[in-house]
């Protein structure tokens, strides 16, 4: 059973950034796809963004097109802890930001962090 465990949400205005941090308890961590996504109020839960294992040492970043060139997802193995920076927040980036963890290239999410609040105001 893999927990995860997300922080760095908050109220910022907008043109603000936060760095999301999701901390993992596999201690293989290295070999899980990890993603983030987003559930604003009223709507249904999205996909943000994802790093891939593609095998060995090997990730790819994928994003969602409304937040393409904006957040950048990134990894540190050795912390098992995955990010998810933001800049340039826009209101409609509010919503609760949750992590997921899916076993080796996976796209199929089977752990889930318990989210983290983010809150941008105008």
């Known amino acids: 059973q893999v927990q995860l465990v997300e922080s760095g949400g908050g109220l910022v205005q907008a043109g603000g950034s936060l760095r999301l941090s999701c901390a993992a308890s596999e201690r293989i961590f290295s070999s899980y796809s990890m993603g983030w996504f987003r559930q604003a109020p009223g709507k249904e839960r999205e996909f943000v963004s994802a790093?891939?294992?593609?095998?060995?040492?090997?990730?790819?970043?994928d994003y969602a097109d409304p937040v393409k060139g904006r957040f950048t997802i990134s990894r540190d193995n050795a912390k098992n802890t995955v990010y998810l920076k933001i800049n340039s927040l826009k209101p409609e980036d509010t919503g609760v930001y949750y992590c997921?963890?899916?076993?080796?290239?996976?796209?199929?999410?089977?752990?889930w962090g318990q989210g983290t609040q983010v809150t941008v105001s105008s």
């Open positions: 790093i891939r294992w593609s095998g060995g040492n090997t990730y790819y970043a």
């Open positions: 997921a963890a899916a076993l080796g290239a996976s796209k199929i999410y089977e752990y």
